[in-house]
């Protein structure tokens, strides 16, 4: 073990890993230091009950940058994805909208609801897949900053701006809705059918505090649209052994490079010397050093729990405090005897394998955010459910089954009692829901995992519970995140550097602000910088 260390890496989730890997990669004696048992953060494969191995936060993937999994080599080091096809969406009526990867297929079942809406569905497919373009290449770029006039950043500006000037006019204008109005109305504009606008609609308020009908999460719809996996857009899939196995084959891919990977080793605080960070001490006091240090935990706990506040600027210090969490999800996951049997569509069969979700209505899922606005998880809450045992058995003991339920909404702030007294009266309005549509559900649950918002910050280092580490919310996305004039990874302490979901471009499996924060990590050395 080398007593100091090119680059100390705060957090083994999978952020923290990517940068890892890049920096070992270029020849760095890089260090992980996670605070768990295992690795991988929200991106976790745990055997929680004898023979399940859950997906306990994150359970699918579609974010993670294609340059990534080509340059660590990911599918080598174990990585493999296997598609997701299709949204089901069961109705109180009795009957369901399920739409699938095949247009056609898509197309008539649509027009089963309306005709209209089967064709604007193709335009719209269209249109967003314009703007997923358009916004795609900002996901692997360092955000400018325009309110400073670096050479650097003036080239991006003038890249972005170009970029915008080519699309077409309607597409422009798309683009400027989708910054700026709430989910409900921008899908109003295309669909006429309600169960079709919720249950798109949904996309935008994962992981935020707000409702379908809030202005600002048009764009989470699009972040959620701009995914890819081999080329395809907009596709999402399971990890092969669940979503541990994403940030498995990263650690693998950072280990063959060199680095070093210790769980079990929580850190207390970074240490500064002279304005410069300088190594971390455990919490078990061992002191490590090295030249860089770069977190991939959230601006709060990196800047207002591992740094004496009074050796930050005053205005930086401000800033932080005023960063978003507001934790707004759960998560219930269920270890199963038999397969759910839903009553609009009953038996086994492929609209079990792709997500099933539980937004019956604009007004359902608006009446869901009301509740929480107030302090209340929602009684009547968004669940999006996968049955991952049907593409990857090996999850499961063979013939049982996983239901993994993410839930909307479980607001952080309760009015009344603490989480811990909660937990079990959640988990129940949780499977009450879900067995309103699939009546068999109580009967076949052989265990239950709830996860609270509480637990994602107490066991998960989530900072009240938000699931990306804090808000994507239009204020804290792209040059502003985590906060304005930071944005560029870097810090007000020199060589501490962040890396995390809480940097451009945000939540999700991405590893995105692991690789560019460890190219500006790099570029920084090259230029002499530390
Ligand atoms: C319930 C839930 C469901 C989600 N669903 C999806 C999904 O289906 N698809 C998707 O793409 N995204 C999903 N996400 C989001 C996604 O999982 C996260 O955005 C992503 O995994 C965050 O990765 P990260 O490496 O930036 O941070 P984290 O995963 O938060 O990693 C940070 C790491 O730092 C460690 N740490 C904390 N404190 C310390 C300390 N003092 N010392 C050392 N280590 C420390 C933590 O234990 C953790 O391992 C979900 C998240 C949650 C919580």
Redesign the pocket.
């Known amino acids: 073990m080398p007593s100091k260390y090119d680059a100390i890496i705060?957090?083994?989730?999978?952020?923290?890993?990517v940068n890892a890997a890049y920096l070992a990669r270029a020849g760095k004696k890089v260090l992980v230091?996670?605070?768990?048992h295992v690795?991988?953060?929200?991106?976790v494969t745990e055997e929680v009950f004898p023979g399940f191995r859950f997906s306990v936060?994150?359970?699918?993937?579609?974010?993670l940058r294609p340059e990534i999994i080509r340059d660590l080599d990911l599918p080598r080091h174990g990585l493999e994805i296997l598609p997701l096809d299709g949204t089901f969406t069961p109705m109180p009526s009795g009957d369901y909208l399920w739409r699938v990867n095949d247009h056609a297929k898509t197309r008539r079942e649509i027009a089963r609801h309306s005709r209209l809406d089967a064709e604007a569905y193709e335009e719209y497919g269209k249109a967003m897949a314009e703007m997923a373009r358009f916004v795609k290449p900002i996901l692997s770029m360092t955000p400018p900053d325009p309110t400073r006039l670096a050479l650097d950043g003036l080239k991006k500006l003038l890249f972005l701006g170009r970029r915008f000037q080519t699309l077409p006019y309607q597409d422009k204008y798309n683009q400027v809705q989708l910054m700026t109005m709430s989910a409900a109305d921008f899908l109003d504009q295309w669909f006429e059918t309600d169960v079709l606008k919720a249950t798109m609609s949904a996309s935008g308020i994962i992981?935020t505090f707000l409702g379908v009908r809030s202005p600002g999460t048009a764009y989470v719809l699009l972040h959620h649209y701009i995914g890819e996996i081999d080329g395809a857009f907009r596709s999402w899939g399971f990890a092969r052994g669940g979503?541990g196995a994403i940030s498995n084959a990263i650690a693998e891919a950072a280990r063959e490079a060199g680095a070093e990977v210790r769980t079990q080793?929580?850190?207390?605080r970074i240490l500064v010397k002279s304005g410069k960070a300088r190594g971390v001490v455990l919490?078990n006091g061992d002191e490590i050093s090295a030249e860089v240090v770069s977190s991939?935990?959230d601006p709060h706990?990196t800047f207002l729990k591992?740094i004496e506040p009074r050796i930050l600027p005053e205005d930086f210090l401000e800033e932080v405090r005023r960063y978003k969490f507001r934790g707004s999800?759960?998560?219930v996951n269920l270890a199963l005897d038999a397969l759910p049997d839903f009553k609009c569509l009953p038996g086994p069969g492929a609209h079990l394998r792709g997500a099933i979700s539980i937004s019956p209505s604009v007004d359902y899922m608006e009446r869901a955010y009301d509740e929480a606005k107030y302090g209340d998880f929602s009684s009547r809450p968004y669940i999006d459910m996968v049955i991952p045992t049907l593409t990857d058995p090996s999850v499961a003991p063979p013939g049982k089954h996983i239901l993994s339920c993410?839930v909307q909404y479980a607001p952080y702030r309760l009015r009344e009692g603490t989480w811990d007294e909660k937990r079990d009266a959640f988990g129940d309005t949780v499977v009450d829901t879900v067995a309103e549509y699939a009546p068999n559900l109580k009967n076949i649950i052989i265990h239950r995992q709830v996860?609270t918002p509480l637990d994602?910050e107490r066991e998960?280092?989530?900072t009240e519970g938000n699931?990306?580490?804090g808000e994507l919310s239009l204020e804290q996305l792209f040059f502003l995140r985590p906060v304005p004039g930071w944005a560029e990874y870097r810090t007000p302490i020199k060589n501490l550097y962040m890396c995390?979901?809480?940097t451009h471009p945000g939540?999700?499996?991405?590893g995105a602000?692991?690789r560019l924060a460890a190219l500006e990590i790099l570029k920084d050395w090259k230029g002499g910088k530390h």
């Not at 705060?10 to 890993?17: E, K, Q, R, S, V």
């Not at 690795?39 to 991106?43: I, L």
């Not at 939540?507 to 991405?510: E, L, N």
Request: with cysteine.
């Open positions: 705060i957090g083994g989730g999978h952020n923290g890993l230091l996670e605070r768990r690795v991988g953060g929200a991106a936060c994150s359970y699918v993937v579609s974010l992981g979503t080793s929580p850190i207390a919490e991939s935990v706990l591992m999800s759960g998560k993410f996860v994602l998960w280092g989530l699931i990306f580490q995390g979901s809480a939540g999700g499996i991405m602000p692991g």
